[in-house]
């Protein structure tokens, strides 16, 4: 079955939901943006809906993906990126997709757009890889790198510098569309270390280009019951929403045709009462599977209008003992004020096994009380093996592939320890892959780099594996002519890097002392000396290449 038919079968099913939907919307909600326009639209779009709830952890996505992006009335996933039939619980054959490349921000994981629910998806892997961290864009025709029916990625009529674009299909174009307005809003205050679809400063965060091609995508494809009713789950989660999901047309007053206009929301009428937008009643705090001896932790954002004294919390029923909250009350005051209060919320079990617990929130002027379902599921320490990292692939002067062995057990995800190089200058990154073979970019910036891999399984890590050296392509990568020869220098070794056989590879120190002879050499030949300088030379390449071991 494919996807337009399953769309099909959704839509019959949710027309009456989609009217449910929007009536769900809190009243008073968006009524700090009436009155403004253009810029300061936009920024109290982004005072409203941040900061917001966060979901425990980038390994608990696919718990929290099962209540966002599995088809109704079944199992199967709704996977944006491709037609293959995968289904939940199951994530085998499936990534945490950013749909905004965590590259553009410069992939730091401990920000809220790293987990934020609006713009991650699953996707099929080898789409996801595909893709890469390439804008949005229209291919072009006969350019296609990848074309899996749902998805391309290939050249593209504009990519604002980039290699190649990403084209969804049709039907998602819409739903892509509003979820960069909607992180260009949430996260207006980013530094963008990449800019194709994205500017810096807060208004208007988008290119020129971008701005054309998202609204043109806005227009022709329309909010869908899927995207209604997703907005909905993830307001749940999150207790956010995504405002160009509810009001479309504030994406022609910030960009489009409404500029300059005034916004005035009429169907969002205050009540004046005192009003808790945030976190709301039926939201679920998952904590996904943890290790036995290890505790998750998540964070509830509390905010509202008009709330009067105290919140009280209980956290009650079924495994409460397991569960614990950072506070028992919660002045009104601070949950009314601009930047909202936290809540901490742990999970530490101390038994194999699935755990639920209810967080009961009373008083603070409301009628009644709210209740969050707590949910985690404990599972034995995992036994994880040391991985083998494996040579870079397609190495350009701006990334490459690191390469690892995939592991004997099962894993979440992997972590890469990415060491950069300078001159003497070391910036050491981490990141979260998905795949045993990962790209790397920014790669322009340093002379080269080195890389480990761990796996990482309910929040245990592996060993790190062995060190990997990714070198510069300098001049001499498709090397040819009257048999170059250079030698690259890294912390432990050193390489030769020629065409050819080269014999007699003598190295002099700097006192003209022989103190190493080699027969024969070619490509790759690695070898090592003790800090100092030495000049190298060869039968073929007469003129000494000067080498600096530190």
Not at 29 to 49: D, M, P
Not at 390 to 419: C, F, H, M, R
Not at 466 to 481: C, F, S
Request: with cysteine; charged share 20%; proline share 6%.
């Amino acid at each position: 079955m494919n996807h337009n038919h399953l769309r099909s079968i959704f839509a019959t099913l949710v027309l009456i939901c989609s009217l449910a939907a929007n009536a769900d919307i809190p009243s008073g909600y968006y009524s700090s943006i009436n009155g403004k326009s253009e810029a300061a639209l936009k920024t109290a779009l982004y005072n409203l809906i941040n900061p917001h709830s966060q979901v425990s952890s980038y390994s608990a996505l696919p718990s929290y993906f099962q209540k966002t992006d599995v088809y109704p009335n079944s199992s199967r996933w709704w996977d944006m990126y491709s037609d293959i039939p995968l289904y939940a619980p199951s994530f085998s054959g499936l990534n945490r997709e950013h749909s905004f490349p965590k590259s553009w921000w410069g992939g730091t994981t401990t920000i809220p757009v790293y987990v934020d629910l609006f713009h991650l998806y699953p996707s099929e892997s080898k789409a996801n890889m595909a893709k890469s961290n390439y804008p949005l864009g229209k291919v072009v025709d006969n350019g296609s790198q990848f074309n899996n029916s749902v998805c391309m990625v290939g050249r593209g009529q504009n990519s604002g510098g980039a290699a190649y674009v990403f084209e969804p299909a049709n039907e998602y174009k819409g739903d892509f569309a509003r979820t960069y307005f909607y992180v260009v809003t949430a996260y207006q205050n980013l530094n963008w270390k990449y800019t194709y679809m994205a500017q810096n400063g807060n208004y208007p965060t988008l290119q020129p280009w971008a701005i054309e091609l998202l609204l043109q995508w806005h227009r022709q494809d329309p909010v869908s019951e899927k995207e209604l009713l997703r907005n909905e789950a993830v307001y749940k989660i999150q207790n956010n929403r995504n405002p160009f999901i509810d009001h479309p047309d504030l994406a022609e007053y910030i960009w489009g045709n409404k500029k300059g206009e005034v916004f005035n929301d009429t169907n969002d009428p205050s009540t004046g009462s005192p009003t808790l937008t945030s976190p709301v009643q039926g939201m679920v705090l998952d904590f996904g599977e943890v290790a036995l001896g290890n505790t998750a932790t998540a964070q509830l954002f509390f905010k509202g209008e008009k709330l009067k004294g105290y919140f009280e919390f209980t956290i009650y029923g079924g495994n409460y003992t397991f569960f614990k909250s950072s506070a028992s009350t919660l002045s009104a005051i601070a949950a009314n004020s601009t930047n909202g209060a936290w809540v901490t919320v742990t999970y530490t079990p101390t038994e194999i096994g699935e755990h639920t617990a209810r967080f009961l929130v009373q008083e603070g002027g409301l009628e009644g009380s709210i209740g969050i379902e707590l949910r985690g599921e404990c599972l034995e320490r995992p036994s994880l093996s040391t991985l083998t990292a494996n040579e870079a692939s397609d190495v350009t002067k701006q990334g490459y592939t690191a390469n690892w062995d995939i592991p004997g057990e099962p894993v979440d995800y992997y972590v890469i320890t990415l060491k950069r190089y300078k001159g003497s200058n070391v910036t050491t990154e981490t990141i979260e892959a998905e795949n045993p073979a990962w790209p790397i970019d920014g790669f322009e910036e340093y002379d080269y780099d080195v890389y480990s891999v761990q796996s990482s399984r309910l929040g245990v890590l592996s060993t790190p594996s062995n060190e990997i050296t990714v070198a510069q392509p300098a001049g001499i990568d498709a090397v040819h002519g009257d048999e170059p020869f250079a030698i690259e220098s890294y912390p432990e070794l050193l390489r030769v890097r020629c065409s050819g056989v080269h014999t007699n590879m003598n190295v002099y120190d700097i006192t003209g002392r022989l103190i190493m002879n080699v027969a024969e050499v070619t490509d790759n030949y690695e070898f090592q000396l003790p800090a100092g300088i030495y000049m190298i030379r060869t039968d073929s390449h007469f003129t000494p290449v000067k080498v600096i071991v530190r």
